[in-house]
Each structure stands twice: as C-alpha cells, then as structure tokens.
C-alpha cells in the first residue's frame, strides 16, 4: 500500500496487508496469509470473526429499517440493548445513552457528569480527576480526563489541566509499596487530589477498571475500587468507570466492576458491545443521574446523529445473545486464568520478561532491560514494536503499547484474543509469542544493542 493509498492513517507510509476475511480467531490477508488475531484487532473482537448469527441478525435489520434518528423515533434494537444491559449491569445503572465508539462514550459521560451536578443545583462543579497512565479516547475531552503523555503530548495546550492521581502499577508501585502489605495509597491518593483542587469543583473521577492501552492490563488491588466509592461518596464525586476495554466478558465477568462489588455513577462500553461488528459505544448511567432530568426543559444538551443506530444496536444484541448461549464469560474467565498460567510456564525466567498481569482474556506482558533493577529498555530501541513486528511475521496478532513508565519509556503488549480461544490454541499463542520475544532479542543483539 505505502504512498500509493488515498487512506491516511496515524502511519501513512505503513505497509498493511489488505484483509480478506475472517474465520473465528483468525484473519486472512488477500495473499491467503493467516493470522491469529490474539488481541482482537485493539480488544474488540470478542466472539471472533464471521459468526453466523449475528450477520443474520444484521441483514434482518437491514431489511427492515437501516435509519431513523433518535430525535423523532426510538427503535426495536435499541428498546431491546438497554434492556439487556440494564439486566447484565450493576444495579442501579438501568439506562443507555448509545453512541458510536469508546471516546464518545467517555465524552458522553464526562458531560453528563457536569449536567448533572447543574441539575441539582452545584453549577461550580466541572472538573474531571483521572490517574496517570491511563487511556479514556482520542477526542478533546476524553484526551485531557487520561494520563497518556504520550497521546496527550502535542495537544497538550488544548487539554484543560487537571490533578493527576496516581496509578495503581502494582510492579511500580509510585509509593514503593509491596502489594501484599499496602494501605492502597493510590487510592487515598484520589482524596488527595480532591481536596488540593476543592471537592465543590470536581464533577467527577474516571477510571478504567483494569488498565489496558496504556500500561498492559494493570490489575488493581483487590480494595483499590472499594476505597475510591468511599472517597467519592465522601466528597460528593461522581465515578465513572471506563470499561471501553474491559466490559461485555472480557475480563470474565460481564463488568469488570463486578470483580469488587461496586456499582459506578456511570460506565462507559464500546469495543466488546457489538464485537467489531458495527461501530457502537454507550454509556450505562444510573437511575439516580437520569431521574433528575425529569422534564421537557432540562434535558440532557449533547448528542450524534448516529446515537441509538438501528444497525448498531441490533448487532449488539446478536452479540449479547451470541455470548450468552455459548457461555462466553465463563469460557474468557477459565481460558483467561489458562492464558495467565500459560504465559508464566514459558515466560516467567525470560531475562527481558519483567511482569505477566491479567484478569480473564485480558493479559499484559511487560519488557524490561533488566530483571533484576526492573529497568525498562530506551525507548529509541522500540522492543515491543520489534516484538509486535516479529509476532505479526510469524502469523501471530498481539497489542503492543506506547511507552508511559514515565512519559517516554516501557513496553508492553496486551493479549486479549476472542472468548471462542481453545487450550490448543492459547498453547499455539504462547510459543508463538515467546518465539516473537526470542527474535526481537535477536534483532537488538545482531545490532550490537544488547
Ligand atoms: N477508553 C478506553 C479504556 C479505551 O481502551 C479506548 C480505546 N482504546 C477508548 C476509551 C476510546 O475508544 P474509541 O477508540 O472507540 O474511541
């Protein structure tokens, strides 16, 4: 493709293959090249590629009804995914504001949070707190709540600022904590914030449940979640959870949130909700916000034209449906807790293996320079590019991530293949990965770099 293509991409001198089709777990290029997609293209394809019934149920739409705008009709699909989501999520969060994707989601929310704290009569309160090394989408709004430097960097002056809480990065913990014995910090360090900036300002805290796009699936101290409703409680904060990544199954529960029993203000689904099928993202709000816009006069000032697509929708509920017949949440929490042992069998003495973390069919790899000091690779060197390049060589598709140890450096790749993953193939996953390592290895000693 190269300069040849009218598409224009992040990279656009990138030599993609051309996609021809897919079959369950795997991608086939135009050149008959197979593919294991074990991250789900960026953690979307949960049921896995071409499943039957939910092409159906889109064609079924299609000859019916394609589009018709929210503002004048609400329609069967949409009536039918809140009502299954509003039985799958927490209690409480009994409504859905559907939109087309994860930053639209999280935009969605971010906004209501402020409209809300209007509704009930605190206009001073706007302000979004988020942690370090998060991701929540590239548009304006949701870019400045993450704690991406990387994403965020030259946009920086059109981010408004905001206090940064600190992650909870277990391998590096920022208070120098070991996790068996802390008094979670990280999550006191929310109160911090709170009262630095002044609780009458702050609308709201967003965090992802389990951290994906920026630091390789970061588990939370098992209190982590528990401690942050508490200090939101405390301070009259809204929380919302970004579960853009980590909801519909992915982490082996239908919400991530349900690990810890707490029930979020808001939370936020894309990716997993129709699978890859059709573009779609919605966020989940709680019966208490939606009841105090109780009128005609003070509704809800937002919106997209495709918010609550018929065709979306409907490819939503095939997918729940899907799921939910063939066990899949069950299937992403044994065959995730498979993939994690897997990963510890054949990597946990690699010298350039720092940490395997995952929760479900949601697993991060960390690289490191040295074992010993944790010390991560420079980021000139680009190891887990090189690791993703040699997978993607050997037929294997991993997520690798963006450097933000602090602010420049780190690698990880996430893996996060469809629920449908046999045994057999988590073990074929696992010697392929470890052999992508081995030759980016290869490639930085050949070049005198290692
Ligand atoms: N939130 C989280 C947690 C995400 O992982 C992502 C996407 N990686 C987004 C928001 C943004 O979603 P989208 O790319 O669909 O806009």
């Known amino acids: 493709m190269g300069e040849e293509t009218n598409v224009f991409y992040r990279n656009p001198f990138a030599d993609y293959p051309m996609v021809a089709r897919g079959e369950g777990i795997y991608l086939v290029d135009t050149k008959g090249k197979r593919y294991m997609d074990a991250c789900g293209g960026a953690v979307v394809s949960s ?36 009502g299954l989501l509003a039985e799958l999520a927490p209690g409480g969060l009994n409504h859905a504001y559907f939109v087309s994707g994860g930053s639209e989601a999280v935009e969605s929310a971010i906004k209501m949070a402020r409209a809300y ?68 910090e990280c999550a006191d360090d ?56 980590t909801g519909m199954g992915r982490t082996g529960k239908w919400f991530a949130m349900r690990h810890w029993g707490v029930v979020p203000d808001m939370l936020c689904v894309a990716k997993g909700l129709a699978a890859g099928y059709v573009p779609i993202g919605a966020t989940l709000v709680h019966d208490r ?6 009128n005609r006069r003070n509704v809800f000032q937002h919106g997209h034209t495709y918010m609550g697509h018929p065709l979306a ?34 990597l946990d003495d690699h010298p350039h293996v720092g940490d395997i973390r995952g929760k479900g069919l949601f697993a991060g790899v960390e ?35 963006a450097g933000t140890i602090d602010g420049r450096r780190g690698d990880h790749v996430l893996i996060a293949p469809p629920f449908i993953i046999t045994k057999a193939q988590i073990g074929r996953l696992v010697e392929l990965l470890h052999k992508a390592i081995d030759k980016a290895c290869d490639t930085l000693r050949a070049a005198g770099k290692l």
């Open 117 to 184: 704290w209007v509704q009930m009569g605190r206009p001073e309160k706007w302000m979004v707190i988020g942690r370090e090394q998060s991701y929540h989408g590239n548009t304006l709004g949701a870019l400045a709540a993450g704690g991406n430097p990387w994403r965020r960097a030259i946009y920086e002056p059109m981010l408004y600022q905001r206090p940064r809480v600190a992650p909870c990065y277990c391998y590096r913990c920022p208070f120098k904590k070991d996790p068996a014995h802390c008094a979670i």
């Open 47 to 82: 049921i896995g590629h071409s499943v039957r019934e939910v092409v159906e149920a889109l064609k079924t739409q299609l000859d019916s009804c394609e589009f018709a705008h929210t503002s004048q009709f609400t329609n069967r699909p949409q009536e039918a995914l809140a």
């Open 367 to 401: 690289f490191v320079a040295d074992r010993a000091t944790r010390e991560p690779f420079e980021p000139e060197l680009g190891f887990k590019q090189l690791v993703g390049e040699a997978a993607f060589k050997l037929g294997l598709i991993i997520y690798p991530m």
């Open 289 to 294: 916000i939606v009841d105090t816009f109780t």
């Open 313 to 346: 929708a409907a490819a939503g509920v095939a997918v729940i449906n899907y799921i939910k017949e063939h066990n899949l949440v069950d299937k992403s929490a044994k065959m995730g807790e498979e993939l994690l042992r897997r990963l510890h069998e054949h």
């Open 190 to 245: 929310l109160e911090r914030a709170i009262l630095e900036v002044g609780p009458e300002k702050i609308s709201a805290f967003i965090a992802e449940p389990v951290v994906g796009a920026t630091a390789g699936a970061l588990v939370p101290h098992d209190g982590y979640f528990r401690r942050i409703r508490e200090i939101c409680d405390r301070y009259d904060v809204l929380l919302i959870a970004d579960e853009v990544m």
